[in-house]
């Protein structure tokens, strides 16, 4: 079992920069891929990032690609979404998972076992 609990969120400026944390339970985080979803008012739950066990490759979004990057320490059971040049479209609730999903996709989130209760993300212009 792996609980998950994220960090990080608040209210930012356009242009501005956000570090997201999520912190796992449990002996097992190494094991699992991790990843980074977003719900926006309104909207349905979409992808933005995933990595591997290993920290040996990642995953983005078109939408964040070269904005975003994800991280993990495994020694601290933790992943890391830092974001940068936030927008207002990436205003959202945003979710970190844990799961076995394929790769290199990665993106469905029916792969994911275990989701945090997310972090409220405000982008305000």
């Known amino acids: 079992q792996v609980q998950l609990v994220e960090s990080g969120g608040g209210l930012v400026q356009v242009g501005g920069s956000l570090r997201l944390s999520c912190a796992a339970s449990g002996p097992t985080f190494s094991s699992f891929p991790m990843a980074w979803f977003r719900r926006a008012p309104g909207k349905e739950r979409e992808f933005v990032s995933a990595?591997?066990?290993?920290?040996?490759?990642?995953n983005y979004a078109d939408s964040v690609k070269g904005r975003f990057t994800i991280s993990r320490d495994n020694t601290k059971n933790t992943v890391y979404l830092q974001m940068n040049s936030l927008k207002p479209e990436d205003t959202a609730v945003y979710y970190c998972a844990a799961g076995t999903p394929g790769w290199p996709s990665a993106r469905r989130a029916g792969d994911y076992n275990y989701w945090g209760q997310g972090t409220q993300v405000t982008v305000s212009s």
């Open positions: 990595i591997l066990r290993s920290a040996s490759s990642a």
